[in-house]
């Protein structure tokens, strides 16, 4: 058994053991697994009921798992990512109009892309072609706009009549509960704390709870049918596909999807020095990226709590499988899951937003001509409250910015042809 097992993985050949997998396994989901909740409760903002939404998250969560588990043979946890549930929800939904099953076709349609990339020489093709300052500023920029949800959900700030945002009600009782809130969710995160957006979660909606914020007697009577989910599964609409704006939510879900995955899969394969299994990673990522607009939600990516397995002496697929798993037994808890209040997650949103924020010491600011279209992305991604935009109106300053100082042999013909195509979509919304 030990060598069939050995043969089929090739967990002891890397310097593992069952038990090791395992309690990797263990470790990675207790890191992600907040991501139920907080995942849910964007997709509802989004329109899709919290149930189904829950319920998209688990299943969605647990097949990634296993994709990239049994496909790929690697230790890296596929859920959906922090950034791009805002970008389906308050960028596709909120600000370009889709509805939600169009929103869920995008995810499709851009996971099919990603797919096509991955199976070619596309993928290299856009990691060599776009500026490394200009990745880390969508990750920037993603940062701050899920701070800025995070603020707004937290009611510290809210929608102006007259401008973006406005200071809000600061001596209500949900401020307050989320003042408390983010103050143990720091101190636990700072601390390293074992489980630590789990236990902020839980402590989070006890607070809420003292305050008179929930009613803890919603739960009774709920039950764990999948008859929330079926108005969900396979919702997918394409009546949108004849239009313009359908396309540019799939162009930039797209980017944003290759460039994520590209940089951090890579990173964490040599941590797992399973370097040799990039191409199968980045292809099963890209199939349980498509499946998402399936199953009803936006795309997975590899996560980088995902790390935490991998520190922890995870270097097989065994490591995901067990974590796709567990995420299934998360099941049985989405009663208690649909009470947990904004309060309690918001302050998960602001430390996430915080932690992509870090990224910003990767941008080149010697160079002027690589740090304001960086610039140009990191504030016009919130200012906009569109990630779609802000990308397009930086990949367009990059070129311009080049050219202004007479580099323009270091801009690709790639990224030329990809700011056209960022042009041409300003102009015929403008017409």
Known sequence: MKERLNRITGVYDKGSNVKTEILAGLISFFAIVYIIVVNATILSDAGIPIEGAVWATILTSMFGCFIVGFGANVPLILVPGMGLNAMFTYTFVHAMGLTWQEALAVVFVAGLVFVLI??????????????????????????LFLALIGLEKSHIIVHGEHSIIALGDIGSLEVLAFVLTFIIALGLFLRSMPGHFLITIFVGTMIAWMFGLIDFNQAEGADLSLADYAGVFNAMSFDGIRSLTFWIAVFSLTMVLVFENIGLVGGQLKQAKRDEQYTPAIRSISISSMLSGLFGTSPTVSTVEGTAGIAAGGRTGITSIVTGLLFLVASLFIPVIKLIPSTAISPILIIIGGLMVLNIKNINFKDLSDAFPAFIIIMMIPFTYSIADGIAFGFIAYPIAKIAVGKRKEVSMPLYIITLLFIINFVLQAI
């Open 118 to 143: 991955s199976f070619t020489r596309l993928a290299t093709i856009l990691a060599q072609s776009i500026p490394g300052t200009l990745k880390e500023a969508i990750t920037v920029g993603l940062g």
